[in-house]
């Protein structure tokens, strides 16, 4: 079992930056891929970004490549979401999750058997 909480979320305006920090609990936190994923109003939950176990690799939705980069620190149990040059259109709740290795595609949110309550980012024009 995995319990994960989101903190980090709040308001800036266009063109600032945010950090996202998901703690977890749980011995294997280090052999879990780790995803954010976003949901505004009336839209569908969209990947973000994820980030592998062992190699470390980061993985971007097209429209945050550049601008947002995913880290890991497996000995504080947390993931970090550094998002900067933040848009409106980026409102969102914010979510960390967490997949088990050998799931399906990580950019699908039905890889992930994990996930927090989700922190709010507010982006305004």
Same mark, same amino acid.
């Given at each position: 079992?995995?319990?994960?909480?989101? =903190?980090?979320?709040? !308001?800036?305006?266009?063109?600032?930056?945010?950090?996202?920090?998901?703690?977890?609990?749980?011995?294997?936190?280090?052999?879990?891929?780790?995803? #954010?994923?976003?949901?505004?109003?009336?839209?569908?939950?969209?990947?973000?970004?994820?980030?592998?176990?062992? !190699?470390?690799?980061?993985?971007?939705?097209?429209?945050?490549?550049?601008?947002?980069?995913? =880290?890991?620190?497996?000995?504080?149990?947390?993931?970090?979401?550094?998002?900067? =040059?933040?848009?409106?259109?980026?409102?969102?709740?914010?979510?960390?999750?967490?997949?088990?290795?050998?799931?399906?595609?990580?950019?699908?949110?039905?890889?992930?058997?994990? #996930?927090?309550?989700?922190?709010?980012?507010?982006?305004?024009?």
């Amino acid at each position: 079992q995995v319990q994960l909480v989101e =903190s980090g979320g709040g !308001s800036v305006q266009t063109g600032g930056s945010l950090r996202l920090s998901c703690a977890a609990s749980g011995r294997t936190f280090s052999s879990f891929i780790m995803g #954010w994923f976003r949901q505004a109003p009336g839209k569908e939950r969209e990947f973000v970004a994820a980030i592998m176990a062992k !190699s470390g690799d980061g993985y971007y939705a097209d429209s945050v490549k550049g601008r947002f980069t995913i =880290s890991r620190d497996n000995a504080k149990r947390t993931v970090y979401l550094q998002m900067n =040059s933040l848009k409106p259109e980026e409102t969102a709740v914010y979510y960390c999750a967490a997949a088990a290795p050998g799931g399906t595609s990580i950019y699908s949110s039905s890889a992930y058997d994990y #996930w927090g309550q989700g922190t709010q980012v507010t982006v305004s024009s």
